[in-house]
């Protein structure tokens, strides 16, 4: 029997092809022994000395222990792969059969020996152990590093090879694919590859390629503090120039043409092409325009380059013409209509053509900004004709505003004064402009246009909108922008997110859309946008206005685990400036997000919601996060009305609003729901279900939700996801047996995954007890061990849960954050079991003040943010501070679902301390939840309920 090992980009083992669920791969130090002993193989070593492995992978241990340890490994090697697969020759040599277990790094090596590089990097799939490692074994470590870099480097050399012949062969479709490899491959390590693959795009006439390359590789880097090398930064810049350069002669003649009114009309200037190109209707062709003289002759002859005007793509323009006479009404015609005339040109004649071509460049750059809705410029020139009255221009086109002004010779370079006029004939605007050479010219229309644009904005008091026009010197950013604000307060943040990223692409120094990029990874499945956005925003914060810094501020510290200081900040910033809604809303969203996080329920944060829709009524992200809260707290009116605020959105956001006000009976959600909730494309379900069911309180929407993704997804990760989700509807539900079985599945699909999911419900206050298997010499990562720590605690086996939370302690310290967390409750836990309940809680409370970032808890669904409120509450009820714990145990209520397996058990601590203090209605609420969530409940389940229930009070046990 031979088995398959994939070493390059991933760690899988297959059998016949298929792959196998085995408990080898979620064991590190095991995997690593028999990744050693293959490889060894690979480079001609049969034998490999025990000596030569205990030192490699167990170098501190006593000999005795580290003996033991590579028994152990050997024996589960054989029990998971068959007796054969480990060979031993005497008491001191081990070896792998290559013949029994193949692996990719060897069929790579092979295909280049051959001679074959496409069929060897067919099996590159990426580094070889990739994020592989065993802090335990660092020369384990520094060995898999140096393979790892010597396999790297030949699939480089053979994707550029490839490359290279492909470009000399003329097969540019092949060298753009092998140099895109090529990219993959090497340009995480390497910047040079970077470069090398800029230059090679770029001369097969692709620099968009590039840049696009050089943007993408920029903002990883800034997301880590971090910023690309001169050279390749100079790089960039060079290309950037290049494709400006060879973009502005294309349309000079057609500018000089239309400037001396020779050629074919105004459609000879290229809308026409671009109109035929984009299959939009034909515009009927102008008679030649007479040619206007020049006001003033100052003498001076703009050099041939200045045509760069007509570079900025005249063709592109593809939005239909506005006709003049009355209004559509489309959604497309839904801002104030702006008309630009032609500029009034002083200078040489034969630069005239700059006078029409501030048409084409500020339409282009006003259009869809700030509201406004531009007049097609060859609409412009066929109805204007040769009218020198600029102000007909707003009555032939029934406009709001018009933009008229002058360009000027000044020296060597131009000023450009622009105006911006209302229908009434008032100024609204005024500005000028200057470039001192042509390579100038095109920023400085950029400056008159975003400074028009900013006193509209000002004028309409939309806040960041305003900001936005001065935080950014690229029109096409401030678009961008614009457009995903829009699409936020409409409740389509994915949508948002792009707009957003298309804005930084723009302009990778727009501090303002960095920030708000950030908080669309609040709001999507767009994991990295959070910190990308907050290192984006805090590196370029020196150019954002005052009031915005304060808030960029605020919410940096909030998000990255300094709650309270965040929440200061921004409490000052609304102290001072009271009106400003989105303060307003970034405070009432960090109380939101903050408040579980200091024990405070979250429906406390309730009015700050409602105090922003006083002051901004069209909030929709406010009237959100109020409709969780009000259907949390069972205010269904006010529910309703909330749904109504919210309107649109995609079918996600739909659901979502409606699942917050259905009425369902507490057994579960209606018929109607879930056949909505099954409408929904399987992708999308957990989004859609995750704050609906937990403000709902409804684990069966919760678990209807993860078996759809589990079962319809297209893509394996949601899948995934979808698993982890029905694992946890079940387990609020308190059908704990249903949930283990589910974790048993998880665990087929995904070793670590499962484990973690499995040591989770036995950490579970009502879930099943650890047996004598649930406490591994080695557990499979340090969330497994901490978990199952807990579990034995809570089964009275304090001696090995000590063990196991001493063993973990010992590389706490090189853990990422997030698994530093349950490491550290674990150790509370066991310390409060061992009759210490003030240390444990300061060892919580150490852990928050270390600023741990708030997003850590998305890390896993079983990431143990509830469970450690949970028990600090529980610790709180020990030392008797009981109002401190109701507090705490009241904040099982989150905006993620993934607090909803605590939500029962909470509220049952929260009758029992309500009804010792003899408030007995609260407590006959907190005993109702309880038996709403649990009314499906396993028999365990309901006799630890029904046990817990018997000690309340008649009164209490009541329903109100």
Not at 192 to 215: C, H, I, K, P
Request: negative net charge.
């Amino acid at each position: 029997m031979t088995y398959h090992l994939r070493l390059l980009g991933t760690r899988t083992l297959l059998r016949d092809g298929e792959e196998l669920p085995t408990r080898l791969l979620a064991q590190p130090l095991r995997l690593g022994v028999v990744v050693y002993l293959a490889m060894s193989r690979l480079e001609g070593r049969e034998w490999v000395s025990r000596d030569e492995l205990l030192a490699l992978f167990w170098p501190d241990r006593e000999e005795a222990k580290a003996r033991k340890a590579l028994s152990q490994a050997i024996w589960v090697v054989r029990d998971e792969l068959g007796a054969e697969i480990a060979r031993k020759r005497g008491k001191g040599d081990v070896s792998i059969p290559i013949e029994m277990l193949e692996l990719d790094v060897g069929r790579f090596l092979l295909h280049l020996e051959v001679g074959d590089p496409e069929a060897a990097l067919a099996e590159y799939r990426g580094d070889f152990l990739a994020g592989f490692h065993l802090t335990a074994a660092p020369e384990f470590d520094r060995w898999a590093d140096g393979v790892r870099s010597r396999l790297r480097s030949r699939a480089l050399d053979a994707a550029w090879g490839l490359a290279t012949t492909a470009r000399e062969s003329s097969d540019l479709g092949a060298a753009r694919r092998h140099a895109r490899m090529a990219l993959e491959i090497g340009t995480s390590i390497d910047e040079g590859n970077l470069r090398r693959f800029m230059t090679f795009v770029a001369g097969l006439g692709e620099r968009s390629a590039a840049l696009e390359a050089y943007d993408a590789h920029a903002s990883a880097l800034w997301a880590q503090d971090d910023a690309p090398l001169r050279e390749t930064a100079e790089l960039a810049e060079r290309l950037r120039d290049a494709a400006r350069a060879t973009a502005r002669p294309a349309r000079r003649e057609r500018y000089r043409a239309r400037a001396s009114g020779g050629g074919e009309g105004v459609n000879a200037i290229g809308h026409e092409d671009a109109r035929r190109s984009e299959g939009l209707p034909r515009l009927v062709p102008a008679e030649p325009r007479a040619p206007r003289e020049p006001v003033a002759q100052v003498g001076f002859r703009f050099r041939s380059r200045s045509v760069a005007l007509a570079a900025l793509g005249v063709a592109a323009l593809a939005s239909l013409p506005f006709l003049p006479g009355a209004r559509t009404g489309s959604e497309n015609d839904a801002g104030r209509r702006v008309v630009v005339v032609p500029f009034e040109h002083r200078g040489e004649a034969d630069e005239a053509y700059l006078g029409e071509a501030m048409v084409d460049l500020l339409a282009l750059r006003l259009d869809g900004v700030a509201g406004l809705r531009t007049v097609e410029p060859s609409t412009v020139f066929r109805v204007l004709g040769g009218t020198d009255d600029p102000a007909d221009a707003v009555k032939r086109f029934d406009a709001d505003l018009r933009v008229e002004g002058t360009v000027v010779s000044v020296g060597e370079g131009l000023e450009l004064q622009a105006r911006l006029i209302d229908d009434r004939g008032a100024v609204v605007a005024e500005t000028v402009a200057r470039a001192a050479h042509d390579d100038e010219l095109l920023g400085a229309v950029d400056r008159v246009a975003l400074d028009l644009l900013g006193r509209q904005l000002e004028e309409r008091g939309e806040g960041l909108e305003t900001q936005a026009a001065v935080a950014t010197s690229s029109v096409e950013a401030l678009r961008a922008f614009l457009q995903g604000e829009a699409a936020f307060r409409r409740v389509e943040f994915e949508a948002a997110g792009r707009f957003y990223e298309e804005a930084v692409r723009a302009d990778s120094t727009f501090a303002l859309a960095w920030f708000r990029l950030s908080r669309v990874g609040d709001w999507t499945t767009n994991a990295d946008a959070l910190p990308r956005g907050l290192a984006g925003a805090t590196r370029y914060r020196d150019r954002l206005p005052s009031r915005t810094r304060r808030l960029l501020d605020g919410y940096t510290a909030f998000w990255r685990g300094s709650i309270e200081e965040g929440m200061g900040t921004l409490e000052a910033l609304v102290g001072d400036y009271p009106f400003d809604s989105e303060a307003r809303y970034q405070l009432a969203d960090a109380r939101f997000h903050g408040y579980p996080r200091l024990g405070r329920p979250i429906t406390e944060s309730a009015d700050a919601f409602r105090r922003t829709l006083e002051l901004n009524p069209g909030d929709r992200r406010a009237a959100l996060h109020l409709l969780g809260l009000t259907a949390y707290l069972g205010r269904r009116e006010e529910s309703r009305a909330l749904a109504e605020v919210l309107g649109g959105g995609d079918d996600v956001w739909r659901f979502r609003r409606r699942a917050l006000v259905s009425a369902d009976p507490p057994s579960g959600p209606s018929p109607e729901l879930l056949r909505e909730l099954q409408d929904l494309a399987a992708d999308r379900v957990v989004g859609a279900v995750l704050a609906a069911a937990d403000f709902r309180e409804d684990p069966e929407l919760l678990f209807t939700a993860g078996r759809l993704a589990r079962q319809g997804a297209e893509s394996p990760a949601v899948r995934l996801n979808g698993a982890e989700v029905e694992i946890l509807g079940l387990a609020a539900s308190g059908r704990i047996g249903a949930a283990v079985a589910a974790a048993e599945r998880l665990l087929r699909l995904d070793a670590e995954r499962g484990a973690v999911a499995l040591a989770y419900l036995q950490a579970l206050p009502y879930g099943p007890l650890p047996d004598s298997a649930a406490a591994p010499m080695e557990p499979a990562s340090p969330a497994v061990a901490a978990l199952t720590a807990m579990a034995l605690v809570r089964a009275g086996r304090v001696a090995e849960a000590r063990r196991v939370v001493t063993g973990i302690e010992e590389t706490a310290d090189e853990l990422l954050p997030h698994l530093r967390e349950p490491v550290r409750l674990a150790r509370a836990v066991l310390v409060a079991a061992e009759g210490r309940p003030a240390q444990a809680l300061e060892i919580i409370a150490a852990a928050r003040r270390g600023g741990s970032r708030l997003t850590a808890y998305s890390t896993s669904p079983f990431h143990p943010n509830a469970m450690e409120r949970f028990h600090r509450a529980r610790i709180l009820e020990m030392l008797g501070r009981e109002e401190e714990a109701l507090g705490w145990y009241g904040t099982m209520a989150s905006p993620t679902s993934y607090s909803l397996p605590w939500a029962a058990p909470a509220h049952l601590a929260r009758a029992r301390i309500l009804d010792r203090m003899g408030r007995r209605a609260e407590a006959a609420e907190a005993w109702r939840r309880v038996q709403g969530l649990w009314e499906s409940c396993e028999s365990q389940v309901r006799s630890a309920m029904e046990l817990a229930g018997s000690e309340l009070s008649e009164e209490s046990r009541s329903p109100r």
